[in-house]
């Protein structure tokens, strides 16, 4: 046994991570390369080692051995064989499959023990029409999308090296001064970034996701690697906002004129050289059971790449429709690779491995991002919903705590600490935004603000005509407030690791004078609330953020206006 030792490897690949070890945060950094975490209790943080986030690891250089020694450097006691066992063998399956075309057939290509393996599997030997050799197997013309999908969900990752088409070509380059007049050129991480999913002539160019914070310009990677290619370009987004604020962006900064950039939306369906559309356009549909409207828009041009904004908000019917796009290269941008839906396999083997990954801490280092400061502060519930909480079932438990109203007050003195600065208040239930809005004489954007409303109230904050913003899940998307110093969270979507970053992230865009924001998270004491706060929380406590925790009292009094002194 070492003593210092921060972490125990269990031999299912559970590792725990020991927070008040001094060699924890040096531990920590090397988890997070390979493994993910699962939960929180106490000082205790679990983590869970995969065949999808040990491929993420040797996707960034790193070898089954590493991970091995590096376990072994950070245990307090011996890792255990099995779990030793199933990181070499993962290891060893990685870049031992290989997909490659000629004369326009598709073949697969690999390890014989491998194969001979993966022949006994019904579901992959569906997509195979001859077997050539023991090494390489002929495959149905339709498959390549989707026998990476089965052959990731088998546990073999296969490096696609079929290529892809050009598409339709479209001439446009980046511009050294924009038409807003400022001067305009690439950041070295940008630089990096397109490099690394171009990579010409390299074999795992071309598809791939590149992972960058909240206000780090991703979608100027996504302009660059289109001015790169040259070619006719599909954009998904997110929401219609962030697809005209791509928009916006393509024409500010490429060569590219207005009538070759076209939304497609609800109000307007325009299939130009450069298409932006919605993910929530794409699966609109008459009846559950009926066929979805508009996805035939990725056949309506020669496509030469497909970017996924947000890629990991991708909705189930756009995966199935990815499989069968195999040809063209596809970009995905986000800020985290988490899903809570158990879809990360997925989007590995239909948009592409993690080509270019930047961690939160390192943008702040650089200052392309603002340093922001965390706090969960916890609140009695209030007298009034004691009996209602007790009596109620687990998921109205939850909304109880998150709706409570001594929250409130809380609300009015952060606000009063933070007066001069640009605020975001978030939540999660209609009724209690509402309630807050009114109380604080503030205005409150939810799903339901047509869209000239919204345009309006993002133009007014971001202007500082008003400085409180009463916001619904609608913040947790790609919106443009680079003003907002300050966010307030009330209630969330249960433990969305996913949400709790979106929400931190309209923080981050860099802030004139001391590029600094404050997150704070209200949670009611004692409830249900406390332990999806803390699985909420994970994401960013991987990535080197700390929350400090403040009682209600502490948050009314002495405590927050140190805190809001020192950030």
């Given at each position: 046994?070492?003593?210092?030792?921060?972490?125990?490897?269990?031999?299912?690949?559970?590792?725990?991570?020991?927070?008040?070890?001094?060699?924890?945060?040096?531990?920590?950094?090397?988890?997070?390369?390979?493994?993910?975490?699962?939960?929180?209790?106490?000082?205790?943080?679990?983590?869970?080692?995969?065949?999808?986030?040990?491929?993420?690891?040797?996707?960034?250089?790193?070898?089954?051995?590493?991970?091995?020694?590096?376990?072994?450097?950070?245990?307090?006691?011996?890792?255990?064989?099995?779990?030793?066992?199933?990181?070499?063998?993962?290891?060893?399956?990685?870049?031992?499959?290989?997909?490659?075309?000629?004369?326009?057939?598709?073949?697969?290509?690999?390890?014989?023990?491998?194969?001979?393996?993966?022949?006994?599997?019904?579901?992959?030997?569906?997509?195979?029409?001859?077997?050539?050799?023991?090494?390489?197997?002929?495959?149905?013309?339709?498959?390549?999308?989707?026998?990476?999908?089965?052959?990731?969900?088998?546990?073999?990752?296969?490096?696609?090296?079929?290529?892809?088409?050009?598409?339709?070509?479209?001439?446009?380059?980046?511009?050294?001064?924009?038409?807003?007049?400022?001067?305009?050129?690439?950041?070295?991480?940008?630089?990096?970034?397109?490099?690394?999913?171009?990579?010409?002539?390299?074999?795992?160019?071309?598809?791939?996701?590149?992972?960058?914070?909240?206000?780090?310009?991703?979608?100027?990677?996504?302009?660059?690697?289109?001015?790169?290619?040259?070619?006719?370009?599909?954009?998904?987004?997110?929401?219609?906002?962030?697809?005209?604020?791509?928009?916006?962006?393509?024409?500010?900064?490429?060569?590219?004129?207005?009538?070759?950039?076209?939304?497609?939306?609800?109000?307007?369906?325009?299939?130009?050289?450069?298409?932006?559309?919605?993910?929530?356009?794409?699966?609109?549909?008459?009846?559950?059971?009926?066929?979805?409207?508009?996805?035939?828009?990725?056949?309506?041009?020669?496509?030469?790449?497909?970017?996924?904004?947000?890629?990991?908000?991708?909705?189930?019917?756009?995966?199935?429709?990815?499989?069968?796009?195999?040809?063209?290269?596809?970009?995905?941008?986000?800020?985290?690779?988490?899903?809570?839906?158990?879809?990360?396999?997925?989007?590995?083997?239909?948009?592409?491995?993690?080509?270019?990954?930047?961690?939160?801490?390192?943008?702040?280092?650089?200052?392309?991002?603002?340093?922001?400061?965390?706090?969960?502060?916890?609140?009695?519930?209030?007298?009034?919903?004691?009996?209602?909480?007790?009596?109620?079932?687990?998921?109205?438990?939850?909304?109880?705590?998150?709706?409570?109203?001594?929250?409130?007050?809380?609300?009015?003195?952060?606000?009063?600490?933070?007066?001069?600065?640009?605020?975001?208040?978030?939540?999660?239930?209609?009724?209690?935004?509402?309630?807050?809005?009114?109380?604080?004489?503030?205005?409150?954007?939810?799903?339901?603000?047509?869209?000239?409303?919204?345009?309006?109230?993002?133009?007014?904050?971001?202007?500082?005509?008003?400085?409180?913003?009463?916001?619904?899940?609608?913040?947790?998307?790609?919106?443009?407030?680079?003003?907002?110093?300050?966010?307030?969270q009330l209630s969330g979507s249960f433990g969305s690791r996913q949400e709790e970053a979106q929400r931190v992230g309209r923080l981050l865009r860099p802030k004139q004078g001391d590029n600094r924001a404050w997150f704070y998270t209200l949670v009611t004491e004692g409830t249900k609330e406390t332990e999806f706060a803390l699985k909420r929380q994970l994401f960013l406590l991987e990535q080197g953020y700390e929350y400090m925790q403040l009682s209600g009292a502490e948050a009314c009094g002495s405590g927050l206006r140190s805190e809001a002194a020192n950030g």
């Amino acid at each position: 046994m070492k003593t210092e030792g921060a972490i125990i490897v269990q031999s299912d690949l559970t590792v725990l991570l020991d927070e008040r070890s001094l060699s924890a945060h040096a531990a920590r950094e090397q988890l997070h390369r390979f493994a993910e975490a699962r939960k929180r209790a106490g000082t205790i943080h679990t983590y869970r080692i995969t065949p999808m986030t040990l491929w993420h690891a040797l996707d960034e250089g790193w070898t089954g051995e590493q991970v091995v020694e590096a376990l072994k450097t950070h245990a307090k006691y011996d890792v255990p064989l099995q779990a030793e066992g199933f990181i070499r063998l993962w290891a060893s399956r990685y870049g031992k499959l290989r997909l490659y075309a000629e004369d326009a057939v598709l073949f697969l290509n690999g390890d014989a023990d491998i194969l001979e393996s993966l022949g006994r599997i019904p579901s992959v030997m569906a997509w195979v029409q001859t077997v050539r050799s023991p090494e390489i197997w002929q495959l149905a013309p339709d498959c390549r999308g989707l026998l990476k999908q089965e052959l990731a969900k088998q546990g073999y990752p296969v490096m696609d090296q079929a290529g892809y088409h050009a598409g339709e070509s479209l001439s446009l380059r980046l511009r050294e001064q924009t038409v807003r007049g400022t001067l305009f050129a690439l950041r070295d991480y940008q630089e990096r970034a397109v490099g690394s999913f171009i990579q010409d002539g390299a074999a795992r160019g071309g598809s791939g996701v590149v992972v960058l914070p909240c206000g780090t310009g991703k979608t100027v990677v996504g302009i660059a690697a289109l001015a790169r290619l040259c070619t006719a370009t599909l954009i998904l987004t997110s929401s219609r906002t962030s697809a005209e604020q791509w928009r916006e962006e393509l024409l500010d900064k490429t060569t590219l004129a207005p009538d070759s950039v076209g939304l497609y939306n609800g109000k307007v369906k325009e299939v130009k050289p450069v298409t932006i559309a919605t993910y929530q356009l794409l699966t609109r549909r008459k009846s559950k059971a009926g066929d979805f409207t508009h996805m035939g828009l990725f056949n309506e041009r020669d496509w030469g790449l497909i970017i996924y904004d947000e890629v990991h908000l991708l909705p189930a019917p756009v995966f199935r429709m990815t499989a069968s796009i195999q040809a063209t290269r596809r970009l995905g941008l986000t800020a985290t690779l988490v899903r809570e839906d158990g879809c990360a396999e997925d989007v590995y083997s239909l948009i592409g491995p993690k080509q270019y990954d930047m961690q939160w801490k390192e943008a702040e280092k650089g200052a392309y991002i603002a340093s922001v400061s965390c706090a969960e502060i916890r609140i009695p519930l209030d007298a009034s919903q004691h009996h209602s909480y007790s009596a109620a079932a687990a998921r109205s438990r939850l909304r109880i705590a998150a709706e409570n109203p001594g929250k409130l007050p809380v609300v009015r003195e952060l606000l009063e600490r933070y007066r001069d600065k640009q605020t975001l208040v978030i939540g999660q239930y209609l009724g209690q935004l509402r309630k807050v809005a009114s109380e604080l004489g503030a205005p409150l954007l939810t799903g339901e603000t047509p869209h000239e409303e919204r345009l309006r109230l993002y133009d007014q904050f971001r202007s500082g005509r008003i400085n409180v913003l009463v916001v619904s899940k609608v913040a947790n998307l790609a919106i443009d407030l680079p003003d907002a110093s300050v966010a307030i969270q009330l209630s969330g979507s249960f433990g969305s690791r996913q949400e709790e970053a979106q929400r931190v992230g309209r923080l981050l865009r860099p802030k004139q004078g001391d590029n600094r924001a404050w997150f704070y998270t209200l949670v009611t004491e004692g409830t249900k609330e406390t332990e999806f706060a803390l699985k909420r929380q994970l994401f960013l406590l991987e990535q080197g953020y700390e929350y400090m925790q403040l009682s209600g009292a502490e948050a009314c009094g002495s405590g927050l206006r140190s805190e809001a002194a020192n950030g």
